[in-house]
């Protein structure tokens, strides 16, 4: 079983389904509504628990009730929760997530507050197969990239906007959003803004486009990876699940080429399903679809 420590965000998500996203200060009314756990590094660590993985998860919480709610659905999730420090005086992060009928998602985030920004404790975290962090709590996903050049393992960053620069330079592996490239590079062009990247910083680097699949650049080359044709119900979470199984497969040995694609068709599942990360798949389901859809 391959070991992951992932850093970064999680929350509880209130989420509302919608026939169309609000665009008025006016009152709406929900078609359904639900809680769920989320935020990109806890999503991502359910991912790799799921898919066969042991995920560590390292973040921050306040002692408060939401942070209590996070805690016990990590816990059913099979998350190793030892470098979750609650934050006594300390606001857990929580969201509202408005989901439209086509499965598109419109999110309002509260990032928490009263953590501070000390990160040198996770200078004690253990060896891992594989380091994961997103792009939010800064000094927290620089010390986790630092473990990772430690021990000479892969360093992945999920990379959202606003991107810190000096995230590049020491990761291994960046994932972008595709507004988390067109922010840090002032480019629209994906395969531009890509080898901007590319030509700047010696990260492997890649984007994950949504339904347009994703690019990465490969021995100085454009490579395209399509998406794969589901019935899309519900998109939430699918990017941090992506960023989960891709850092998994690294861990595993995979190439960058195979992890894409194992990490693609985690995703798509889950945007067959409503209800966040609890529509992520395991291992079976989703090796089974990569066959039927090679």
């Known amino acids: 079983m391959a070991n992951v420590l992932i850093t970064g965000m999680a929350v509880v998500d209130f989420v509302f389904l919608v026939d169309e996203m ?3 200060p006016e009152k709406y009314r929900a078609n359904d509504a639900a809680i769920v756990g989320g935020g ?6 359910v991912a790799i628990a799921r898919l066969g993985g042991h995920a560590a998860l390292a973040t921050r919480l306040g002692s408060d009730q939401l942070g209590d709610l996070i805690v016990a659905d990590l816990i059913n999730e099979n998350v190793d929760l ?3 420090q609650r934050i006594e005086g300390g606001r857990s992060a929580f969201s509202s997530i408005y989901i439209d009928k086509s499965g598109e ?17 996770l200078q004690c975290a253990p060896k891992s197969d594989a380091y994961l962090t997103d792009s939010r709590w800064v000094s927290g996903a620089i010390e986790t990239m630092k473990l990772a050049q430690l021990h000479n393992v892969p360093g992945i960053v999920d990379a959202e906007h606003p991107v810190d620069p000096e995230l590049l330079k020491i990761a291994s592996h960046v994932a972008f959003s595709l507004q988390g ?8 062009d994906v395969a531009k803004a890509l ?5 700047e910083f010696p990260c492997w680097v890649c984007v994950t486009d949504g339904a ?19 019935t899309i119900k519900d998109t939430l979470a699918a990017g941090d699940i992506w960023h989960g199984a891709f850092a998994l497969s690294l861990a595993e040995g995979k190439s960058e080429g195979d992890a894409i694609k194992f990490a693609s068709a985690a995703a798509a599942l889950k945007c067959t399903v409503h209800g966040g990360r609890e529509g992520c798949p395991d291992r079976s389901t989703t ?8």
């Open 22 to 24: 609000p665009t008025l």
């Open 40 to 45: 990109c590094a806890a999503n991502a660590s």
């Open 82 to 84: 030892q470098f979750v």
């Open 105 to 121: 998602r419109q999110i309002m985030n509260f990032r928490g507050t009263g953590f501070g920004d000390d990160a040198e404790w």
């Open 181 to 188: 490239l067109i922010g840090l590079t002032g480019e629209g």
């Open 195 to 199: 080898h901007k990247v590319n030509d």
């Open 212 to 230: 347009n699949g994703v690019y990465s650049i490969n021995a100085g080359q454009l490579e395209h990876f399509p998406a794969y044709t589901v």
């Open 287 to 294: 090796e089974q679809f990569l066959k039927e859809n090679m």
